[in-house]
């Protein structure tokens, strides 16, 4: 256990087990609990204030109890599998769920076509796994770019802060990232992949920063003001892998 304690500051972390879970557990000065669960590997981790008895700690972890299982079930599922680009093999697109269908034919190309997802490919060697995943991130990348730019202008609108560049790329710590100075947005490809609110919310968000570079109360309230909901939207995003 590791405490820390003086004038300003008041903390306590540790792990506890409650309901069959081990939790990082930690006191802070906050006014409500806060259960996550995190991926990858579906890491618990419980936040409460300082004086909150022990007693309702574990009844507030109780009454959650089907929520936890069925949350670490599914990040520990989805951070086990492991992509192949074959017919049949379920892939995700804007949070809906899509069958691959892979084809032979002359050229490599990918489209979306309601339920599926047509990849075509010339057979032999460029039709490895590495490369049916390179056309798909493409086609992935193309619907990124179609939706920021549908979607940014209105908030940029509405906001009145301008990016004078949006572009996209694979990050494995980020959903997105402004450059303040150069007034450039990056948004990670794996949102395509996501329900369109959640590239609403990081295109706000990064958006913001162009007036506060800093996540302080002033960047959170302007956050609730232009999207009231983005605490719900960010728990969603916390809870799902950066890269699949």
């Not at 951070?79 to 892979?102: A, M, N, R």
Request: glycine share 4%; net charge positive.
């Amino acid at each position: 256990m590791h405490k820390v304690t003086n004038s300003n500051m008041r903390t306590t972390k540790k792990e506890i087990r409650i309901a069959g879970f081990a939790i990082e557990f930690q006191r802070k000065r906050i006014k409500n609990m806060h259960l996550r669960v995190k991926a990858p590997d579906g890491r618990v981790t419980l936040s409460a204030p300082l004086r909150m008895p022990r007693n309702v700690i574990e009844r507030f972890v109780a009454e959650n109890e089907d929520w936890l299982r069925r949350k670490t079930a599914e990040i520990k599922k989805r951070s086990g599998e492991q992509h192949q680009y074959v017919t049949g093999e379920t892939i995700s697109l804007w949070g809906e769920s899509k069958v691959l269908v892979v084809r032979a034919a002359g050229r490599a190309a990918c489209h979306f076509d309601g339920p599926r997802v047509l990849l075509s490919l010339p057979l032999g060697e460029n039709s490895t796994k590495e490369r049916r995943e390179a056309v798909l991130r493409e086609a992935y990348r193309q619907e990124l770019i179609r939706a920021i730019a549908e979607m940014a202008p209105k908030i940029e609108q509405r906001t009145g802060l301008y990016a004078r560049e949006w572009r996209t790329k694979r990050m494995k710590t980020r959903w997105g990232t402004c450059n303040i100075v150069k007034r450039r947005i990056w948004i990670n490809l794996e949102l395509a992949k996501k329900k369109p609110v959640c590239l609403q919310y990081i295109i706000l968000h990064e958006v913001l920063h162009l007036t506060e570079r800093y996540h302080n109360k002033h960047f959170y309230a302007l956050m609730s003001y232009y999207m009231p909901a983005w605490k719900k939207v960010r728990a969603y995003l916390n809870a799902a892998p950066l890269v699949q």
